[in-house]
RNA sequence: GCUGGCGUAGCUCAGUUGGCAGAGCGCCUGCCUUGUAAGCAGGGGGUCGACGGUUCGAGUCCGUCCGCCAGCUCCA
């Protein structure tokens, strides 16, 4: 058979040739760093016969064919999937009792749902100082580099297997698996697991790994069955990539908007309300700017603001469906006899304000946007800090439009989240939610909705993974990752469309045939909401704000008492430019009030003594550049003006400057 | 919501076998009148998350509740 390799060279291979022995043929060095195959779009193990592996159709065709290194993505997660096995049979070695439930591999790294018992078959609960020793034995079988091997076994053999060992979960799992499934089992050295594989060729080839915590998860996801004990890990290519990223975690936990929110004044989050965040004057200013930037986009594009009732009644949820499908989420109260309910979306909202009037073909796009505040009720457990908040303010608009009219509509959507995320210099991934198993309306308009919203996407030139089920229940989902300096993905904005809620509230216009037709409604939000938006710019920017969204633009410091009339004087022109300034006149001594400026990450300090007050000018201190010299004060109030009204950049970015990183290659 | 952990001054945290509630930073006052990463001195500040129990005596032990953190689950 003829394999075609990713450069394109053609090798002739028998059927019995395993894929270690093609690399091999390729070259040594490239056997000694192969990890796993690609044979067709399949991972396959090094040991693997090709022909065993190859698609059907490869008799003699041409079979794409590749070895993978750890600089694969998926040789990495082979890499990965070995390393969970690692911690099993470490795990294994040091309480001998326990059973394993699943260890996959996910983003960044792998975990391992165990339950931990010692010999005698006692739980034994793992705490963080456990970690250390449970590597160290993983470090041993690592150096031991066991050879892995795979078997493939009779259903009933791989069943009667297990249930001697007294591994229940691995028994469910076998009596899970689909009729035709191969079950296969991976050996090193003493251990081995039920595992589809593939794996590396021998323990030995893990070079850097390290195990991050240990917490409960409940087995199969559901509280109602045993909690087991879930270790994480990662594991990389080398010792370098495993720092690197444990230094982003370390990064990530010093710019957790939880803390820097209070500590710039930004937001407050209190007992008294939990899943209300308080905003401080701070925050309550950079909300104000994001919020008016979104208003400032969106009313050249034809967008019209409303503004609708936070409570309604329980009539209108249930003529939208939230009754049935969404209560469970909702804040809900009776009054007099009356159920009603807060709203947790705007849209049946403007469901009604659209059937409130004839409309024509000729108003088509109705666009309405709204800002206002909806709650949602969230399991305490799930609250975290602005990302996942009972309060929250989306940047909502609703376009009821003719269904030939969605193509321009999503190309409209589109270009206002790139305009927004590439000002935030973030970028995005889509994914497509199709239909939940709880869902209002025709299977068929479900997929023709799809279908739009595929099409909606390819038309704007990108790419989306799927993500089935995941939909709203009224209709599909696009939803936008965005990726912040750190590398971590959130998802903020949203666009859905929708033929379920048009149909529920009888909307329609009349067309240019002077019959009535069905509009369609697209739901769409680009911060997605504000105070999840906000929690993520302050982890993006690790609250070092651009001079635009900065709530302090410029701090005015005075040196000594008689410079407070010209600090106030300076403060009051950035002001007059439209600049939001602050001064400190304290009387501390101007190295002190410095730190206190950098601490609160003010883009510009500019101090003002006898020199500047003499001549007219400050000396501006720049938070990435330090100390700049005097400058007319004029000449520094246009600059920052224009600095802000373009929405540049901070000058030293977003991305955090990493010990891996030599200056040259700063993302 | 479930499992586990935690809750002491505005913040970060000490507080021993149950025996007079502490430190650093911040805050306030005074001195200094300040020149680019923390000047000196003094001072105020606590229902030890809430409620109940055990005890001569509870920040400490027990119970219930509330909140927070991690994970599960869920999602903007």
Redesign the pocket.
């Known amino acids: 058979m003829a394999l075609v390799l990713p450069d394109g060279a053609v090798r002739e291979v028998q059927g019995a040739t395993t894929a270690a022995e093609v690399a091999g043929a390729i070259g040594p060095r490239l056997l000694r760093d192969a990890l796993a195959a690609r044979v067709g779009d399949r991972v396959v193990d090094l040991s693997r016969r090709v022909g065993d592996v190859a698609p059907a159709p490869a008799e003699g065709g041409r079979c794409p064919f590749a070895i993978l290194t750890v600089r694969d993505p998926q040789g990495l997660e082979v890499y990965r999937h070995t390393t969970t096995h690692i911690l099993a049979q470490a795990v294994r070695r040091l309480w001998p009792g326990t059973r394993l439930a699943i260890g996959p591999v996910i983003e960044d790294g792998f975990y391992y749902d165990m339950d931990v018992r010692d010999a005698a078959g006692n739980a034994v609960r793992l705490s963080a100082e456990d970690l250390p020793r449970i590597e160290a034995v993983m470090a041993d079988v690592i150096r031991e580099d066991l050879p892995v091997s795979r078997e493939v076994m009779a259903r009933a053999d791989a069943r009667a297997l297990f249930e001697k060992d007294g591994e229940d979960f691995k028994v469910e799992i076998v009596d899970g698996l689909p009729a035709g499934a191969e079950v296969t089992l991976y050996r090193q050295g003493e251990f081995y697991d039920l595992c589809r594989g593939p794996h590396l060729p021998s323990t030995g080839r893990v070079r850097a790994f390290r195990l991050l915590?240990v917490?409960?998860?409940?087995w199969r996801?559901d509280?109602r069955r045993p909690?087991l004990q879930?270790v994480y890990g990662t594991a990389f290519a080398g010792q370098e990539e495993l720092e690197r990223y444990l230094w982003v975690q370390e990064e990530a936990k010093r710019r957790d908007h939880?803390r820097l929110g209070?500590e710039l004044g930004l937001f407050q989050?209190r007992?008294e309300a939990?899943?209300f965040p308080f905003w401080l004057p701070r925050g309550y200013t950079l909300w104000r700017i994001l919020e008016n930037w979104s208003r400032q986009l969106q009313e050249p594009l034809g967008y019209t603001e409303v503004r609708t009732p936070i409570i309604l009644r329980s009539e209108l949820w249930e003529r939208s469906g939230h009754w049935g499908h969404y209560r469970d989420n909702m804040f809900t109260m009776e009054r007099e006899g009356e159920r009603f309910a807060v709203k947790p979306m705007n849209c049946p909202a403007h469901c009604l304000l659209f059937g409130s009037e004839t409309r024509s073909y000729r108003d088509l796009p109705v666009r309405f946007a709204e800002y206002g505040q909806l709650a949602?009720y969230?399991?305490?457990?799930?609250?975290?800090?602005l990302l996942?908040?009972?309060s929250?303010h989306?940047d909502d608009a609703h376009i009821y439009c003719a269904p030939e009219q969605i193509g321009a509509e999503m190309a409209g959507i589109f270009g206002l989240f790139d305009r927004i995320y590439g000002t935030l210099g973030m970028t995005y991934e889509i994914r497509l939610a199709t239909r939940p198993e709880d869902f209002i309306g025709d299977p068929e308009v479900w997929r023709k909705a799809e279908e739009d919203l595929a099409a909606a996407v390819g038309a704007a030139g990108r790419d989306f993974a799927l993500a089935p089920g995941?939909g709203?229940f009224y209709g599909p989902?696009l939803?936008f990752h965005v990726t912040d300096a750190l590398g971590r993905k959130w998802?903020?904005a949203?666009a859905q469309l929708d033929f379920n809620f048009p149909e529920r509230f009888d909307l329609s216009y009349v067309g240019s045939d002077g019959q009535r037709h069905r509009p369609v409604m697209i739901h769409r939000?680009i911060f997605?909401?504000l105070?999840?938006f906000i929690g993520v710019l302050i982890e993006h920017f690790g609250g070092a704000f651009p001079a635009w969204l900065a709530p302090v633009q410029a701090l005015v410091l005075p040196?000594?008492?008689?410079h407070g009339p010209y600090a106030d004087r300076v403060a009051a022109a950035l002001r007059e430019a439209g600049l939001r300034a602050a001064v400190d006149g304290g009387?501390?001594?101007?190295?002190?009030r410095?730190?206190a400026g950098?601490?609160q990450k003010v883009p510009y300090?500019l101090?003002a003594?006898?020199?500047?007050a003499e001549a007219g000018t400050v000396?501006v201190?720049c938070r990435s550049r330090?100390?700049l010299g005097?400058r007319p004060l004029e000449q520094v109030v246009e600059a920052l003006r224009a600095e802000a009204a373009s929405r540049a950049p901070a000058p030293e970015g977003a991305a955090p400057r990493t010990p891996a990183q030599s200056g040259t290659d700063g993302g």
């Open positions: 915590s917490a409960g998860a409940y996801g509280e909690m879930r939880r209070p989050l007992d939990p899943g949602r969230e399991r305490s457990g799930t609250l975290h800090g996942r908040v009972r929250l989306q995941e709203a989902k939803e998802q903020c949203t939000a997605g909401s105070e999840r040196i000594a008492d008689r009387g501390e001594k101007i190295g002190r410095i730190v950098r601490l300090m101090i003594g006898d020199r500047e000396a201190r330090g100390d005097p």
